[in-house]
């Protein structure tokens, strides 16, 4: 049975997770299919943990970008902050692709825009990662555009990395039988 894979993206109002908190969550197949969650009020946090921990229950791998360093760390620190488990989440296999770039290509940079220059991908030259705690308060005031930038940033971010992990996939083929073997 083929494993069942999702690209993960999360937005954040901090790159410090004792600082800062969950602001949305993307879970995109591998197919393409693309889910958004996110938070209306600051309170919408531990919710919107649990609603995410509870979809991730339906895929076998999770793919990110800096996964490794940002998002799971990240998403460790605020379940553990709610008193939630974390370990549905840790005990996921994972593929960073930022990993799986640094470690078997030689490029001149691995952040993600110049990875998706080097494979011609296209990006939407919209709102940066850094410009979304600004853009959810202004969200939490009320602004549509806002919180539209932050999910259409979130969107592109997916729809970029379940292209990487499509032109990589022939340098992770082994990382997806194992999953396929422990589903």
């Given at each position: 049975?083929?494993?069942?894979?999702?690209?993960?993206?999360?937005?954040?109002?901090?790159?410090?997770?004792?600082?800062?908190?969950?602001?949305?969550?993307?879970?995109?197949?591998?197919?393409?299919?693309?889910?958004?969650?996110?938070?209306?009020?600051?309170?919408?946090?531990?919710?919107?943990?649990?609603?995410?921990?509870?979809?991730?229950?339906?895929?076998?791998?999770?793919?990110?970008?800096?996964?490794?360093?940002?998002?799971?760390?990240?998403?460790?620190?605020?379940?553990?902050?709610?008193?939630?488990?974390?370990?549905?989440?840790?005990?996921?296999?994972?593929?960073?692709?930022?990993?799986?770039?640094?470690?078997?290509?030689?490029?001149?940079?691995?952040?993600?825009?110049?990875?998706?220059?080097?494979?011609?991908?296209?990006?939407?030259?919209?709102?940066?990662?850094?410009?979304?705690p600004h853009l959810y308060i202004r969200a939490l005031e009320g602004d549509?555009?806002?919180?539209?930038?932050i999910r259409e940033h979130c969107l592109d971010d997916?729809?970029?990395?379940?292209?990487?992990?499509?032109?990589?996939?022939?340098?992770?083929?082994?990382?997806?039988?194992?999953?396929?073997?422990?589903?």
């Amino acid at each position: 049975m083929a494993a069942r894979i999702v690209i993960l993206d999360i937005e954040t109002t901090s790159l410090e997770a004792d600082a800062g908190t969950l602001v949305s969550a993307g879970l995109m197949s591998d197919v393409g299919r693309g889910e958004y969650l996110e938070v209306k009020t600051t309170s919408d946090e531990k919710p919107l943990l649990l609603r995410l921990v509870k979809r991730l229950e339906s895929y076998d791998v999770m793919v990110t970008w800096n996964g490794r360093s940002f998002d799971i760390p990240f998403l460790t620190t605020r379940l553990m902050k709610h008193a939630l488990d974390p370990r549905p989440i840790l005990r996921k296999s994972h593929i960073d692709l930022a990993d799986i770039v640094k470690s078997r290509l030689r490029l001149t940079f691995t952040y993600l825009d110049h990875v998706c220059d080097f494979f011609q991908i296209a990006r939407k030259k919209g709102p940066m990662g850094l410009d979304v705690p600004h853009l959810y308060i202004r969200a939490l005031e009320g602004d549509r555009k806002a919180a539209a930038s932050i999910r259409e940033h979130c969107l592109d971010d997916l729809r970029a990395t379940r292209q990487v992990f499509l032109k990589l996939k022939p340098l992770i083929e082994q990382q997806l039988e194992y999953a396929e073997g422990q589903s």
